[in-house]
């Protein structure tokens, strides 16, 4: 249905004749009318929330990052600059305590001040039991945090809240204790489970805080005005950001759009200007302007839910699932976009936290495919069990055409390697997100993507009681592992730890790794400084300009 709709505006946009932003007519031009500051963008995926403590997918923090700010936000180069800080935070000898001064011109879309207790305010929520935030582990790295996370009554909640380490010195100085130093957490600071905040706003929306465009409120570049669920967001600028007089945009259309078909001819009607591409779509456009490439530290992966079904709990079992898939061909029939099969869980490119690449440290630790290996190791499996046959069980993706074509890939590979019939179950995006976190399903293919560089963004998932080990998958020689890793002052000994750990991940075979990911996009020529970042978000648009 959302497909028809767009493919209808696209070809109206041709019949008529009317130009975007991007392709603004000379008298637009010349007369430099505010039009010519918009562009539209094709997106895939509708966000699920646009609340930064309960946001859990790449649409949300994309989003959340064009519409807040945290303290510090990343350059083209990765790299954190003050965001709502003022500078640099000063930072202790030990490593152990932050002070940020926040910028005195800081504001809320409404005018209000950001202080301070924005801050501790979005972190303290964030750790709150009750908020139900996938994200609060990585708020725990803050003095204290985890005893907000694991306290049972209200009166508990509020007597811990009241002991962890983040103050308001005053109304423009924040002070962060740390648990344990964290080399990278500057660059932390800038994604948007550490976003501020405001506690008034967030009450009066109770419930329905973050689920549509007045009841979210930011201080980053760019405020929301309409969502349309399932079809469109859009922004205008935020002229009381700090740094409005940098931003050059003055609208920019997301069409929710998961037909890459559709995508494209949206792109070629000048319905949108930067759209995803792949496959057969890239010989179009090969050797042309628009093309745009981005190496992401993003992942592909087989989760099994060892809980609900047994049979997912045998390693043989798990291990014949993910050897039984030739990966090379499925990136080579389904993706051709220079993504590239997985040697293990932790992405090409990901630092190992030792001035090295993770990847060259560890070499290839998930075993290659292999047919005949993986039909052994089934038939193993099902004696262990006691059983003659597995039970027939959903893999469920997204209902995106590229996860639909993945899903028909892994489960004719599996009938033709295994003689196993598995049943493909797309789904919407929010609906697959909702029951990965409820732990409702057989097998889920999902993406995950870096919200820091280091490894332990992709290996802490896995530990047990970890919010994100959605698998029930326990290893206690692999938990202490990651534990050691968090205190272990030696880089060199910590990046050997974090290599065991993904021994053992892939050894067991908690999770099937399928590819590491690449993104191909056509980007209107004439729109320059659009980021496109290897982690945290898909896009950052705040010094995107249309020349």
């Not at 767009?6 to 004749?17: D, I, K």
């Not at 039909?375 to 997204?398: C, I, N, W």
Request: glycine letters at 6%.
């Amino acid at each position: 249905m959302i497909a028809k709709k767009w493919l209808t505006t696209a070809v109206a946009v041709t019949m008529v004749g009317s130009v975007t932003a991007g392709c603004s007519n000379n008298d637009e031009a010349k007369s430099g009318s505010n039009k010519a500051q918009e562009i539209k963008i094709n997106f895939s995926a509708e966000p699920p929330v646009l609340d930064s403590s309960k946001g859990t997918s790449n649409a949300a923090f994309t989003v959340l990052n064009a519409l807040n700010e945290g303290l510090y936000r990343n350059d083209k180069n990765g790299l954190p600059v003050p965001g709502l800080a003022k500078d640099k935070p000063k930072v202790s000898e030990d490593g152990l305590t932050y002070t940020i001064e926040i910028r005195d011109d800081a504001k809320w879309t409404d005018g209000k001040p950001v202080t301070a207790n924005d801050f501790v305010y979005s972190f303290k929520r964030t750790l709150d039991p009750a908020t139900q935030a996938q994200y609060s582990f990585m708020v725990a790295w803050i003095k204290g945090g985890d005893a907000v996370m694991k306290a049972k009554t209200p009166e508990e909640v509020k007597a811990k809240q009241d002991a962890v380490g983040v103050k308001a010195i005053n109304e423009k100085t924040l002070e962060i204790k740390l648990e344990k130093p964290v080399a990278f957490f500057t660059e932390l600071l800038g994604f948007p489970v550490f976003f501020p905040q405001r506690e008034d706003f967030v009450q009066a929306q109770g419930e329905k805080y973050g689920a549509d465009a007045d009841k979210i409120i930011g201080a980053g570049p760019y405020t929301l005005t309409k969502w349309d669920h399932g079809q469109t967001l859009e922004f205008v600028k935020n002229d009381k950001y700090w740094d409005a007089a940098n931003v050059k945009l003055e609208k920019v259309t997301l069409n929710i759009v998961d037909n890459q078909n559709t995508g494209l001819n949206l792109y070629e009607t000048n319905a949108a200007d930067l759209t995803e591409i792949k496959g057969d779509q890239l010989k179009l456009y090969e050797g042309k302007p628009d093309i745009r490439n981005k190496s992401e530290l993003t992942n592909s992966y087989i989760m099994f839910q060892q809980k609900k079904q047994p049979a997912l709990a045998n390693a043989k079992i798990r291990q014949a699932l993910g050897m039984a898939i030739d990966k090379q061909a499925y990136v080579d029939t389904i993706l051709m976009n220079g993504s590239v099969p997985s040697t293990g869980l932790v992405p090409n490119g990901t630092k190992d936290g030792n001035g090295n690449e993770f990847r060259k440290t560890a070499g290839d630790t998930q075993p290659k495919f292999d047919a005949a290996k993986a039909k052994e190791l089934f038939q193993e499996g099902l004696k262990e069990l006691g059983l003659t046959a597995l039970p027939s069980m959903k893999l469920t993706a997204d209902d995106t055409e590229t996860a639909k074509k993945s899903l028909e890939f892994i489960v004719s590979q599996w009938k033709a390697n295994l003689g196993y019939d598995a049943i493909a179950e797309p789904l919407p995006h929010k609906l697959r997100v909702e029951k990965g976190s409820k732990h409702d399903f057989d097998m889920v293919l999902s993406l995950w993507g870096a919200d820091y560089n280091d490894p332990v963004s992709f290996l802490g998932m896995w530990e047990t009681g970890s919010e994100f080990n959605e698998i029930d998958w326990s290893n206690k020689e692999y938990d202490a592992l990651m534990k050691s890793s968090t205190m272990e002052v030696d880089t060199a000994k910590r990046a050997k730890d974090l290599v065991e750990a993904e021994k053992i991940l892939m050894n067991d075979m908690a999770v099937a790794p399928i590819y590491f990911r690449s993104r191909v996009y056509l980007v209107r020529p004439g729109i320059e400084n659009i980021i496109l970042p290897s982690f945290g978000m898909e896009w950052d648009l705040k010094w995107t300009e249309v020349k």
